[in-house]
């Protein structure tokens, strides 16, 4: 199984491109994530979604203890209820938030963009580049992928690029660490 980066299936350039491209710029080749994050995607909402349902259950079990204290039943029934709604729709909509992250190298800078209902393209310049991370937790070392993030001089700026195989994360360290060098030297 050919683990790199993935273009743009025919089938789904279409919608990737009728959401984004008000604010794409034109003539981008976008690489998608690896399919296997939509895994890693659905764990983490899992886990988040059992979390908080064990959190917002505590009303539930003053309530079926008889420690409720005269509050409406109703009310104790409500968040859990909440967070299991909450957490259909999240794993309802995770592949479609995954499918819309997506990076491109340029000459001059790296772009990356992602989200939904609130879409961002982040345009990187090599030469303002510090250092590039690769991150791997557990459930993405699992799957044989990693995170990798560049930071820049402004602290509020750091580009992620969740779900690379760990082959591209080195690869992506490695090229625009020397892109970065090379911009700040002024080569």
């Not at 003053?62 to 204290?69: A, N, S």
């Not at 939904?116 to 310049?125: D, E, G, T």
Request: net charge negative.
């Amino acid at each position: 199984m050919n683990r790199g980066t993935h273009q743009v299936p025919e089938g789904d350039a279409a919608v990737v491109a009728d959401d984004q491209k008000a604010i794409d710029p034109e003539g981008v080749d976008w690489l998608r994530v690896d399919p296997a994050y939509v895994k890693v995607r659905f764990i983490g909402v899992l886990i988040g979604g059992a979390v908080w349902l064990l959190i917002t259950s505590v009303p539930l079990v003053l309530m079926l203890t008889g420690l409720w204290g005269g509050y409406p039943e109703w009310l104790a029934w409500l968040l859990p209820g909440v967070a299991v709604v909450w957490t259909l729709v999240d794993l309802i909509i995770t592949n479609r938030r995954v499918r819309a992250i997506g990076y491109a190298e340029r000459d001059d800078d790296l772009l990356v963009r992602q989200g939904i209902l609130f879409k961002k393209v982040l345009v990187v310049p090599y030469g303002r580049m510090q250092y590039v991370d690769v991150q791997m937790g557990p459930v993405d070392r699992a799957f044989g992928l990693c995170k990798v993030q560049l930071h820049t001089a402004a602290s509020d700026v750091t580009a992620t690029i969740p779900g690379v195989t760990t082959d591209e994360g080195a690869r992506l360290r490695e090229q625009l660490s020397a892109r970065g060098e090379a911009r700040l030297a002024g080569l």
